[in-house]
């Protein structure tokens, strides 16, 4: 009996032997990674400076429950994040490894540029799968169009006395290849001063923070950017050593202060005699869908030197030089450089001679005529979406189309939809338009076409009347202009004004940044979504109201933490009877001053 019972105790310990190893042993040899059905990476909330990136869930063979398994983002500026190998070795991750996650809000990231994403999923014993890299472009910045007075604050485009290039708006201050995003405006004093954080991409100091001083002598206007190098805005603010004493001769650290003279000779919205299409302002040029960064402009000369975007289908990261000409009311360029190695090189180039609107003197062939597009260029607002259309892209709410061709006499564009559209993404669409008197209509006649000659194909299509369904199956739509609410403003409380700048597609409030996805020109609003780096709400959706008492213009954000576009837009509280004393959830609503 003792001999059973040893015998009993024996085998226990043998089969508890046996399942505990067994147990070890499927552990360490797991080597089965995780499985992904549906690898494709989506965008969305896209801005100038982030976007959301979502996937989809993985699955592993070693257990049902998905949440265990843990999920890593990383991004790269080329497509080298391609295997697990590849995006450890290459890519910058963000954030670190985190259970169940199907989503990550990118913020940071730089205006117009392609970022190439990737994920890595891995299961409790380590095992790695990668999702399908994916690319995208964040948006442009918006361009506003009402410039307010440089009396109070100096939006506008504008050149040095180094011959550096200037473009600045109430959110924006671009010298060169480097910006500013301005977060505080002290204009209440002769010390007129803003604090902006540099760019991330800029090459001094990025993300630090900077204060520039600007100072009017009689109609000249002067800036000292005193510091670049501080860790926070409140230290840069307090940076206080600029003298106004002479300015053209020094007081700006150890030297004088920098002169800027307003730049307006080839600032705007045009098209060339070979219909294609060109935006430009102090600090872009933007042809089609190739972009130049400008860097130098010699005004007395009248040539700019610019770095080809890394993007550009030619001649990527080269430097170009444009030569421009004005005969009588005609503006002509030239754009004499486009591959060279340094904006030396490109500017060492000898200047071309305009002769004629026909001579062959750009090289082997005649100056180029730049025109303005008439009608079609602005801010505008639909019942149902907000509108922002320059020569080179037409933005409705959260879509962009890349304007690739103008034909002035049948009055349309040709446009290759954003990669991120909603709906027929990278194909190509044809907008016609009309004015009916002085009421403008649009009729986007082509959405899904293959390409660029298959959409321009399309027949013309006839405005009748406002009614009639002759754009396609349907009517054409009407394009409201929405002036009013356009442009760089002040509000009038406060010691560091807040400051606005409003496009038809974007709000910016300081370092707060809002998409408008929709606008509604009768009803005076904008619905917007709240950009996923804002301090407060991120992406949630606000609406914004506007009205006018007089020549006074006011604004009530009306919403601001709603979980959808829809609750944000049955937000109808705001009264504009008395805007300056009530109307806005109790309080005032508040003055913009441009």
Request: hydrophobic share 30%; glycine share 6%; proline share 3%.
């Amino acid at each position: 009996m003792k001999n059973f019972k040893l015998l009993i105790i024996l085998l226990l310990t043998v089969f508890l032997f046996i399942g505990c190893k067994s147990e070890d042993s499927d552990e360490a040899t797991d080597t089965t990674a995780p499985t992904i059905s549906t690898k494709t990476l989506s965008f969305s909330n896209l801005s100038s400076t982030a976007l959301k990136v979502s996937w989809s869930d993985a699955s592993d063979d070693s257990t049902s429950d998905v949440s265990t398994l843990s999920y890593r983002i990383y991004k790269s500026n080329s497509s080298n994040i391609d295997t697990v190998s590849n995006i450890e070795a290459n890519g910058t991750a963000i954030g670190d490894f985190a259970k169940g996650v199907t989503y990550s809000n990118i913020t940071g990231l730089s205006p117009e540029n392609s970022y190439y994403f990737n994920v890595i999923v891995k299961d409790n014993t380590g095992n790695k799968s990668t999702y399908t890299l994916n690319s995208t472009k964040t948006n442009r910045l918006p361009v506003s169009t009402k410039l307010a007075s440089s009396t109070s604050f100096p939006t506008g485009n504008y050149v040095d006395d180094g011959k550096g290039t200037h473009s600045i708006t109430a959110g924006y201050w671009f010298n060169g290849k480097s910006y500013y995003r301005i977060t505080k405006i002290d204009t209440t004093s002769n010390a007129s001063f803003m604090v902006a954080q540099n760019g991330i991409t800029n090459a001094n100091n990025p993300s630090k923070y900077s204060r520039f001083d600007w100072h009017k002598v009689g109609t000249d206007l002067y800036y000292c950017q005193i510091t670049s190098d501080q860790d926070d805005a409140n230290t840069a603010g307090e940076v206080d050593t600029a003298s106004r004493t002479n300015p053209a001769s020094n007081g700006c650290g150890s030297s004088a202060w920098s002169k800027l003279t307003a730049f307006n000779d080839v600032i705007g919205d045009f098209v060339d005699n070979s219909t294609y299409t060109h935006t430009i302002s102090a600090n872009q040029w933007i042809n089609g869908n190739s972009t130049f960064s400008l860097i130098k402009n010699d005004i007395d000369n009248k040539f700019i030197i610019a770095q080809n975007s890394a993007n550009n289908a030619l001649s990527a990261s080269k430097y170009s030089r444009f030569d421009w000409h004005k005969d009588g009311t005609d503006l002509y360029y030239c754009q004499i450089a486009y591959n060279k190695d340094s904006a030396d090189d490109a500017e060492a180039v000898t200047k071309p001679t305009f002769t004629n609107a026909v001579a062959a003197n750009c090289g082997t062939s005649p100056w180029s005529k730049l025109s303005p597009i008439p009608d079609i260029i602005g801010n505008f607002a639909t019942s149902y979406s907000p509108y922002s259309i320059s020569a080179t892209k037409w933005i409705a709410g959260p879509d962009q189309f890349n304007v690739t061709k103008y034909n002035s006499t049948n009055q349309y564009f040709i446009a290759q939809n954003g990669a991120n559209n909603a709906w027929s993404a990278s194909k190509y669409s044809r907008f016609d338009w009309h004015k009916d008197g002085t009421d403008l209509y649009y009729c986007q006649i082509a959405y899904n076409k293959d390409t660029a000659a298959d959409a321009e194909a399309v027949s013309n299509p006839t405005f009748t009347n406002a009614t009639a369904t002759n754009c396609g199956v349907g009517q054409w739509t009407k394009l409201s202009t929405i002036s009013d609410i356009i442009g760089d403003f002040s509000e009038t409380a406060g010691t560091y004004k807040s400051q606005h700048s409003v496009s038809a597609t974007q709000w910016l409030n300081g370092k707060s940044s809002y998409t408008l996805i929709k606008g509604n020109a009768t009803g005076k609003y904008f619905i917007g979504l709240n950009n996923a780096d804002n301090a407060w709400n991120a992406s949630k959706y606000s609406r914004f109201d506007w009205a006018k008492s007089g020549t006074d213009l006011y604004y009530c954000q009306s919403a601001y933490n709603k979980a959808t576009a829809a609750e944000a837009e049955a937000v109808t509280t705001s009264d504009s009877s008395d805007p300056a004393n009530s109307g806005c959830g109790g309080f005032p609503w508040t003055k913009l001053t441009p």
